[in-house]
C-alpha cells in the first residue's frame, strides 16, 4: 500500500507545475526527486542512501533499488497521462499540416479539439479578420483553411470526417447518436454562441483581445482588427439573435448546455469511456467561450462543467508547432 501511496506521490509532484509539461529536463528532475523522496515513505532522508557510497549495505542498495524502479514506473506513468490521446499509426498520420483560422472561432478551434485528442501536430496561420491577407491566395475565403500535405481542406465538419478517414481508414466514421448531435453542434449550438459572445460591447472586445497577441499583425491592423472586429462582430449577433429567435441568449445557452448533459445520459462522454466525434464538436465549439464572460456564466449556471473538465484532460496539451 506504502508503494502505491508513493507512485501517487511521484505523480503529483511530477505534474504539479505547468512547467512540467513546457520544460522536459526541469519534468525528468521533478520525477527524479520525488523518486527518491518516496522511497522511505515521508522520510526525506531517503536521498542520503543514493548519494552516500561509503554507506552502501544491503538496505540501502533495496532502497536505491526500489527507487530506480519507482522512477521508472513513475515516469512511464506521466508519460502515458500527458499522451493520453487516440493513438494514429505513424504510417497514416499526416506529415504536413497548417490550420489558417481565427483564434476565436468556433469552427477552427473543432478542428483543432480533433487535431489535439488525435495528436496530430499542425501550424497555425492566423488569418487578419478585415483584410484576410494571409488566405488571399485560396478561391475559398472563409475559414478554418487546413491544408495537410499540400491538399486543400474546408468547411470544419468536411475537414473532420476526412481526417478521421485518413487516419482511420476502415474505422466506423461515426454511429446514429453522433452523427445526432454533430449535426446539433453545426445547426443549432454554434448559432446560439455569437448572441452570447458578443452580448454587449465590452464582451465583444473581451473576445477580441486574442488579436492583440495572435498573428503577425502590425500595431495599426491589432487596433483596427479588434475594435472594428467587435463592433461588427456586436451587430451582426443582434442579426443572428433575430434570425434564429433568442429571445434571452444566456437561457439559450444555458438551455443548450443542459440539452447535451443530459444526452450524456450519465455517461462520461457521448463516446462512453472516451471522446468520439461529438465530444470533440461540442467541446470544441465551446472552447473559445470557455473563460470568457458568457463561458464562465454557462459553466455556473448549468451542470456541463464536469464534462467540460473530462475533456479537458482527454483532449490534454495542445498540438500545436511553431509555425
Excluded at 523518486?35 to 549495505?57: E, H, I, P, Q
Excluded at 487578419?128 to 491566395?137: A, D, G, S, T, V
Excluded at 476526412?162 to 446514429?176: F, M, N
Aim: proline fraction near 4%; charge should be positive; hydrophobic fraction near 35%.
Amino acid at each position: 500500500m506504502r508503494r502505491f501511496s508513493s507512485l501517487a506521490a511521484v505523480c503529483r509532484v511530477a505534474a504539479s507545475s505547468p512547467a512540467a509539461l513546457e520544460n522536459p529536463i526541469n519534468n525528468q528532475h521533478r520525477l527524479f526527486q520525488a523518486a527518491l523522496f518516496s522511497t522511505n515513505g515521508n522520510n526525506y532522508s531517503a536521498r542520503s542512501y543514493w548519494f552516500s557510497y561509503d554507506k552502501v549495505t544491503p538496505q540501502s542498495a533495496r532502497k536505491a533499488f526500489a527507487g530506480t524502479m519507482l522512477f521508472s514506473v513513475a515516469a512511464t506513468t506521466l508519460a502515458e497521462e500527458v499522451h493520453a490521446k487516440e493513438h494514429v499509426q505513424s504510417k497514416y498520420r499526416p506529415n504536413d499540416v497548417v490550420l489558417y483560422q481565427y483564434e476565436a472561432c468556433p469552427f477552427c478551434n473543432k478542428v483543432k479539439a480533433f487535431l489535439d485528442y488525435y495528436d496530430i501536430p499542425y501550424k497555425v496561420v492566423e488569418v487578419n479578420p478585415i483584410n484576410k491577407k494571409e488566405i488571399k491566395w485560396s478561391d475559398y475565403k472563409k475559414v478554418p483553411i487546413l491544408m495537410v500535405d499540400g491538399d486543400q481542406m474546408v468547411d470544419s465538419s468536411d475537414i473532420i470526417d476526412k481526417l478521421a478517414k485518413k487516419i482511420r481508414p476502415g474505422v466506423q466514421l461515426e454511429d446514429d447518436e453522433e452523427k445526432k448531435w454533430r449535426g446539433w453542434v453545426d445547426n443549432h449550438l454554434v448559432h446560439i454562441l455569437s448572441p452570447n459572445i458578443y452580448r454587449s460591447t465590452s464582451e465583444a472586445l473581451e473576445s477580441f483581445d486574442y488579436i492583440t497577441s495572435h498573428g503577425n499583425f502590425s500595431f495599426t491592423e491589432r487596433l483596427t482588427a479588434k475594435y472594428a472586429g467587435a463592433m461588427a462582430m456586436y451587430f451582426v449577433s443582434k442579426k443572428l439573435k433575430k434570425k434564429y429567435n433568442i429571445t434571452d441568449e444566456r437561457a439559450s445557452l444555458y438551455e443548450a448546455a443542459e440539452t447535451w448533459v443530459s444526452a450524456l445520459k450519465g455517461r462520461e462522454f457521448l463516446g462512453g469511456a472516451k471522446p468520439n466525434l461529438g465530444d470533440l464538436a461540442v467541446y470544441g465549439v465551446l472552447r473559445p467561450i470557455r473563460y470568457l464572460k458568457s463561458g464562465r456564466d454557462m459553466v455556473e449556471h448549468t451542470r456541463i462543467g464536469d464534462w467540460y473538465t473530462r475533456m479537458e484532460n482527454a483532449v490534454g496539451v495542445s498540438s500545436r508547432t511553431p509555425a
